[in-house]
Every structure is written in structure tokens, then in C-alpha cells.
């Protein structure tokens, strides 16, 4: 079964640091562009981060440019995403996602880790 | 940024019924667009991608159209198990999303 399980989040206070972890299973994860969403309580989801299979190629949102790094290690069948000075605006469930392959959309989508921001 | 807005935000419906969702891009996405449902608790399940094709396994009551800006969502003869959010993603520039429909009964 083709699966995306988050692990990571919590309460984290404004300007610290959370490690979001994805684990793949059911799929070569090494072929795959991997991709954060978020959603924020009562508003619409949000791309936050992508990389490609190789890590050749990364992207962010502007919003968390320069605080958040996406990351991947192939061998581990797992995607990362390390959150820096972090703000209540951060506060969202975060997904991680599959693109399918040749394409650009998602196919496959994990349940999410919450991330609450709060002092 | 493209904005996808999708309409009504809830549409109430009753099991064997048709359901038509709509989703409107503020400028082109050609046919790079697609449609997903979730349920409470779960992740969300692809249903149609390049606007009209159906993803493997999703029932054929589910029917996608459109193109550019305009695109909707057809779910013929509700069933149970359709009651869900349902919300459109384009993935032409960037990746954007609706803010969904709710299907209730």
C-alpha cells in the first residue's frame, strides 16, 4: 500500500525550531518529487516546499523562504522539513505529498503532523 | 498567484441526487487542474487530474470538465460515502488551491 505518514509536530514557542519527518512506503520514493502543504485552522491549504528526486531542484513559498529547508534521503525512504523562527502564522497542519510522476500534481497525500506556534 | 475560488462553499444535497461543484483560477490554468475529496480525519484522495481524467479506482459518477478558468466537479447519483470536502488544485504555475466544498446531506 502507497503510504505517507508525518511525524514531528507539536507546541513549539514563537522563534524555535521543529524537524518534520515523512516516511514512504509502497513506491521507489527515490523516483518521486516530494512536496509540503499546510493548512492553517479554518483557511484553505498552502504549498509550502518541494524538491525533486535527486534534490537537484527545490522550491519554497515566499512565506517561509529563508527558514524553512526542505530536505530528502533516498535510502530512508523519507522526507524532512526543518522549521526555523518559526511564527503563529506557522501554525498548520502539514502534509507531505507525492507528485506524480511526469507530472506536476499531488497524487498521494499523508494525514499531517500539527504544528502550533503559541507562547 | 493564482487564486483558485471554489463555489458554493457548502452544498446540500441527498443521496442519489447530482452534485455539481465549481472552482473558478483568476487566470489560465489550461487543463492543470485537479480534484480531491476528504473525509474527516483522512488524507485527501486524488479523483480527477488534467481537469477530466480519472484517477485509478474512482468510481465513474465522478466526472471532471473544463478548461482555462472554469472548471466543475460532477458527482452523479450521490452515495453515502460521497459526503466529504471536496477541493480543486492547479497545478499549471506553482501549486494553488480552492478553499473547498463541503458535500452535506
Known amino acids: 500500500e502507497v503510504q505517507l505518514v508525518e511525524s514531528g509536530g507539536g507546541l513549539v514557542k514563537p522563534g524555535g525550531s521543529l524537524r518534520l519527518s515523512c516516511e514512504a512506503s509502497g513506491f521507489t520514493f527515490s523516483s518521486y518529487v516530494m512536496t509540503w502543504v499546510r493548512q492553517a485552522p479554518g483557511k484553505g491549504l498552502e504549498w509550502v516546499s518541494s524538491i525533486s528526486s535527486s534534490t537537484n531542484y527545490i522550491y519554497y513559498a515566499d512565506s517561509v523562504k529563508g527558514r524553512f529547508t526542505i530536505s530528502r534521503d533516498n535510502a530512508k525512504n523519507s522526507l524532512y522539513l526543518r522549521m526555523n523562527s518559526l511564527r503563529a502564522e506557522d501554525t498548520a497542519m502539514y502534509s507531505c505529498?507525492?507528485?506524480?510522476?511526469?507530472?506536476?500534481?499531488?497524487?498521494?497525500w499523508g494525514q499531517g503532523t500539527m504544528v502550533t506556534v503559541s507562547s | 498567484e493564482v487564486v483558485m475560488t471554489q463555489s458554493p462553499a457548502t452544498l446540500s444535497v441527498s443521496p442519489g441526487e447530482r452534485a455539481i461543484l465549481s472552482c473558478r483560477a483568476s487566470?489560465?490554468?489550461?487543463?492543470?487542474l485537479a480534484w480531491y475529496q476528504q473525509k474527516p480525519g483522512q488524507a485527501p484522495r486524488l479523483l480527477i487530474y488534467?481537469?477530466?481524467t480519472r484517477s485509478t479506482g474512482i468510481p465513474a459518477r465522478f466526472s471532471g470538465s473544463g478548461s482555462g478558468t472554469e472548471f466543475t466537479l460532477a458527482i452523479s447519483s450521490l452515495q453515502s460515502e460521497d459526503f466529504a470536502v471536496y477541493f480543486c488544485h492547479q497545478y499549471n504555475e506553482g501549486h494553488t488551491f480552492g478553499q473547498g466544498t463541503k458535500l452535506d446531506i
Open positions: 505529498a507525492r507528485v506524480r510522476h511526469g507530472y506536476y500534481f499531488i497524487d498521494i
Open positions: 488534467g481537469a477530466s
Open positions: 487566470q489560465s490554468v489550461n487543463s492543470n
